[in-house]
């Protein structure tokens, strides 16, 4: 294996594991708290909300764009780190 | 002014810009008519994309749909923002990497095989196809309401100006109308929504106000407010909603798989300069849409909240102006099946037959000067019929907000479903004269013919589109909603596989994209159109209690295990495409395509 393809394989790596972290938070507010749990999330109020509900129709969408923001940064400094940010 | 004055208006002044941004930005290439030239930043194509992806569904029913099924409408609102996350993390940087023009594109070059990018076509287009025909509809459905012309009338004027900057500036001139449109769409959803918020919980942000207490000083909170009407009139609360889980979690996946599998919503991805762009512009699109879909569940509160108040048990001659008005659009409409002057809403459906929609007899009259209607429902005692498409259409007369913010309504609805019908006819005419044309009848056709041929094949697409838009088929609405199913069947697989599975072969995915289509075609063919039974059979034969919009789900992973399992005892891909998989898993050089 060549030294190029040893970067860019350590590369993929690192991307696979913030992939799968960040995706584990994607299903954890939507699937989990916004409809698995959400009869028992109900019981919990925030402010006029049940928070079942609240994630449902409010949160898991609020937690989406944080998601993606964080994992352009991620992204940036990692191709910072390979040497993947020259054009 | 009048609301009509003040609707020409604004409808004028902003197709004036759609054009004149349209002549601004003529197409001299096929890159640009395809892709724009590969040079937009990444705020723009944010913006883009929310305007393509918002539909005049998202603008006018959404808001409507969630107000009637409470807690359930959560699958739209969760579907349609979290297929963004997929998006931006499993396809559009590789696929930016990858650096071609359309989804065939991918899939015909990664699969090494004609048969792949014929599927892949086929899939584009049957999707595409299913999705702009009622983009058309709503076209015409919008002008006939708010500029009081017939709805084939409304239709054509649509066609004209989508052909004019389609056709002119190819994905260069929707990009930037889209912009354009997007502005309008959501300060002409965002300015009632704040307005009728400040009205009834005294706080000027919607996604706040409704978990707020009612304005009224008693310190009850809106939701148990809501939650209290609703059972009282014999509803489920309002915050529980009653599909099953099952059927909540496989809609909402499904909507999130199709989201992230649409062709026109893919494509938007190639148009940014390098990778990292294209997921910056993820972000951007996703926080822009949030912006309406947040608003939305906020909206539908509101609008519930308020009909109820308003209307029920109130004398029917006593109602405000509003809703004799759009009782005379037919979208509203009271039947006094007791008799007592008085307006009851309660669960059930008020009329029966006819889609469970009201049959209004011309100028008929009843004793306290309503519309008649002919097909009363005398098994509910429900006396009120509402079309959804109310809670947004006449959320600022029932708020009697100004003037212009009802005209203002008009134009983002306008600007919604144009933007939609834009792109999706872009996606049809490039798989025709790039997929078709270019790659596999005629390879050798010039530049400029192939650019010929792109806005001859827009110009039929319109005129399909147009036709289905004016004539529309009885199944054109059923199957719109499930044109994600098909998405989430047959693309989203092949594509994620193509990327993270260097070991998928074409014989994987050809055969798992066939199965997974054809298995979403059947269900929805059998449960939801009914053709292979003399009636639609009931939700009680559902598949495990899955609905034919949440079979997608089940498609997708039917896809998945056939690509994987026939991948193990087929051939390893060449060694060419396994080189183009490495190369598109890392940045770098975005400006020029991975492989020639």
């Not at chain 1, 609020?62 to 993606?68: D, G, K, P, R």
Request: net charge positive; hydrophobic share 50%.
């Amino acid at each position: 294996m060549t030294e190029k393809q040893k970067i860019a394989n350590a590369y993929w790596k690192e991307n696979i594991k913030y992939l799968f972290i960040l995706l584990s938070i994607w299903f954890v507010v939507s699937y989990g708290a916004g409809i698995l749990f959400k009869d028992w999330l109900n019981h919990i109020r925030l402010g006029g909300f049940r928070l079942g509900f609240w994630f449902a129709q409010q949160g898991a969408i609020y937690t989406f764009v944080i998601l993606i923001f964080i994992y352009v940064r991620l992204m940036n400094k990692l191709d910072k780190k390979y040497g993947y940010d020259r054009e | 002014m009048s609301v009509q004055i003040w609707t020409y208006l604004l409808v004028g002044i902003t197709f004036a810009v759609y054009i004149g941004i349209a002549i601004w930005s003529r197409a001299g290439s096929t890159k640009e008519f395809y892709v724009a030239g590969g040079g937009v930043s990444p705020l723009a194509n944010g913006m883009a994309t929310a305007a393509d992806w918002m539909s005049a569904a998202s603008f006018i029913s959404m808001a409507g749909i969630i107000a009637f099924d409470g807690y359930d409408g959560a699958v739209y609102l969760m579907g349609w923002t979290g297929g963004y996350v997929l998006l931006a993390l499993l396809l559009a940087p590789y696929l930016r990497k990858f650096g071609k023009f359309t989804v065939p594109d991918f899939i015909g070059d990664r699969y090494y095989s004609k048969t792949a990018r014929s599927v892949a076509v086929f899939c584009a287009l049957l999707v595409s196809f299913t999705y702009v025909a009622g983009q058309m509809r709503g076209v015409g459905i919008v002008f006939s309401r708010f500029l009081e012309v017939e709805i084939n009338t409304g239709v054509l004027i649509g066609m004209i100006i989508v052909l004019f900057y389609a056709v002119l500036g190819g994905m260069k001139g929707i990009t930037y109308t889209q912009v354009a449109q997007y502005c309008v769409l959501i300060f002409a959803f965002m300015v009632p929504a704040i307005f009728i918020s400040i009205q009834m919980t005294g706080n000027p942000i919607p996604q706040l106000g409704f978990g707020d207490t009612v304005a009224d000083g008693s310190g009850t909170y809106l939701l148990d407010k809501l939650d209290g009407l609703s059972v009282a009139l014999g509803f489920d609360a309002y915050t529980d909603g009653s599909k099953t889980m099952l059927d909540v979690f496989t809609i909402t996946l499904a909507l999130m798989v199709g989201t992230a599998g649409l062709p026109h919503v893919i494509v938007r991805f190639f148009t940014v300069k390098r990778v990292k762009d294209a997921r910056k512009s993820a972000g951007y699109a996703l926080l822009l849409i949030a912006i309406l879909y947040t608003t939305a569940p906020a909206v539908a509160v509101f609008a519930k909240t308020n009909l109820i108040e308003s209307v029920h048990n109130k004398e029917y001659q006593e109602l405000p102006s509003w809703f004799k008005n759009w009782e005379h659009t037919g979208l509203l409409g009271w039947i006094d099946k007791n008799g007592d002057g008085k307006v009851q809403y309660a669960k059930g459906h008020v009329v029966q037959g006819n889609k469970n929609k009201p049959v209004f007899e011309k100028e008929k009259r009843g004793q306290k000067g309503e519309r008649i209607i002919s097909n009363v429902n005398p098994a509910s005692e429900n006396e009120l019929f509402v079309d959804r498409d109310i809670m947004v259409l006449a959320n600022p007369e029932i708020a009697n907000l100004p003037n212009w913010v009802i005209a203002l309504v008009a134009a983002g609805g306008l600007a919604a479903a144009l933007s939609t019908a834009a792109g999706l006819l872009l996606v049809i005419s490039s798989s025709v004269s790039h997929d078709l044309i270019k790659k596999m009848i005629k390879p050798d056709i010039s530049e400029k013919g192939e650019l010929m041929a792109a806005r001859i094949s827009a110009v039929a697409a319109v005129c399909v589109a147009g036709y289905f838009g004016i004539n529309p088929p009885g199944f054109v609405a059923a199957v719109v909603a499930l044109a994600f199913g098909l998405a989430a069947a047959s693309f989203f697989p092949a594509i994620v596989l193509g990327i993270f599975y260097k070991r998928m072969n074409k014989e994987g995915a050809i055969s798992g994209m066939i199965v997974g289509i054809i298995c979403m075609l059947l269900y929805m063919v059998k449960y939801k159109l009914g053709w292979f039974d003399d009636v639609v059979p009931s939700s009680n034969e559902w598949w495990f209690g899955i609905s034919p919009e949440g079979f997608g789900a089940i498609a997708m992973s039917i896809n998945f295990i056939i690509s994987l399992v026939v991948c193990q005892f087929t051939a390893k891909p060449p060694k060419e495409v396994q080189e183009i998989v490495e190369n598109i898993r890392i940045p770098g050089n975005a400006g020029r395509p991975t492989h020639e």
